[in-house]
């Protein structure tokens, strides 16, 4: 079967905000193969048909696409929630009010005062899938809220994040925690895994080249990681690894490695370059997909966050050294510059031998 796109209808009511709605990071999608297509396969849902799957059977498998949005006005039962679903057998949206776990309720009250208002952002959709079709709505800042989106009552969990290696500048974290945190499935989805970054940095707003804006200057890094396991996430986090330090990732790279081209700023010369690996602007951890049992957290390094040339640190957070360097220009940028796939494993990495040339005479 060939690939092909579908436009899915808007949900009605829509969410006060559609454009957020689809933006990429609200929506998760199950795949859910029909029991006379895979006979085998004794219902549940998945994140992808990993098992081998004929082209006219592809017709036959049926997906979910669920979203979880915090009401613009919570209703009068309480509901602080609208849990979206898709189901392609409907192509119809349905529309369920959802209670805030009362865990999440204190939690709240604990961060901001008995006064404080309720929020919370979903900074990414991540699928478990399996029996109950689980999917996992985190909020980077906070936790995570589990749910079994096909149940006939799904319901809410919490899960609150782990605890900060050291509390970041308040500004920076609130605004863009995607910049410190990351949340992935690993394992087959046998586990929930958290990276967490802390930088060393002061803030300042002497530089009078630079106006009203705050310029950060940094020291140093600190990173470490956490599993949670599915099936039993009750249990809570684990911490996988210990503590890792800039000055310990930077003595196991090469200086060379480390060049990054210069870059001027648009009217300003910018702050002085840094001269050592700690000093480096270092920030948006992103876990690695591959199951191969590595801790491995992938960092970006730049002179400054509004540089525009940058590196792509590859970490095995285990035995604390650097995998890989690389460059990567991803342009100014303050909350996502890429992002997960485990695209590379389904991709022949093998070298394609040259066709033969022939020589004319």
């Known amino acids: 079967m060939d690939p092909s796109l579908k436009r899915l209808p808007d949900p009605d009511p829509a969410p006060q905000s559609l454009h957020r709605f689809y933006d990429g990071y609200h929506l998760g999608l199950l795949l859910r193969p029909r029991p006379q297509s895979q006979p085998q396969l004794q219902g549940g849902v998945f994140l992808r048909p990993h098992c081998s799957y004929r ?15 915090r009401k613009h006005k919570p209703s009068a039962t309480g509901h602080l929630f609208d849990l979206y679903l898709y189901s392609s057998d409907t192509n119809k949206w349905s529309i369920q009010d959802q209670e805030a ?96 970054l802390h930088l060393d940095v002061t803030l300042n707003c002497e530089d009078s080249n630079w106006g009203d804006w705050t310029v950060p200057s940094y020291h140093g890094w600190k990173a470490a990681t956490w599993s949670m396991d599915t099936a039993h996430p ?39 370059l840094p001269l050592t690996f700690e000093k480096l602007h270092t920030s948006l951890p992103v876990i690695s997909l591959h199951d191969d049992g590595k801790d491995v957290v992938y960092f970006m390094t730049k002179v400054h966050s509004y540089h525009k040339a940058a590196l792509v640190i590859a970490v095995d957070m285990s035995n604390k050294t650097a995998q890989q360097v690389t460059q990567f220009l991803p342009g100014k940028f303050m909350e996502r510059a890429f992002v997960h796939s485990r695209i590379s494993k389904y991709l022949s990495m093998a070298p394609t031998p040259a066709p033969d040339i022939p020589v004319l005479n």
């Open 101 to 196: 776990p009362l865990l999440l309720l204190q939690h709240q009250q604990q961060r901001a005062g008995a006064g404080g208002g309720f929020d919370f952002v979903t900074h990414k959709a991540i699928s478990i899938g399996g029996e109950h079709a689980t999917m996992c709505f985190v909020d980077l800042q906070q936790g995570i809220l589990q749910c079994n989106v096909l149940d006939s009552t799904p319901g809410l969990r919490y899960y609150p994040m782990p605890p900060p290696l050291e509390p970041n500048p308040v500004t920076m974290v609130q605004s863009y925690p995607q910049v410190f945190r990351d949340v992935a499935i690993i394992d087959g989805g046998r586990r929930i895994k958290c990276a967490q």
């Open 234 to 272: 009750s249990s809570g986090w684990r911490q996988d690894s210990e503590v890792v330090h800039a000055f310990e990732i930077g003595s196991t790279i090469d200086p060379a490695l480390l060049q990054l081209p210069p870059h001027e700023f648009d009217g300003d010369q910018g702050p002085t």
């Open 55 to 69: 082209a006219q059977e592809e017709e036959h498998v049926s997906y979910v696409v669920a979203g979880l949005f």
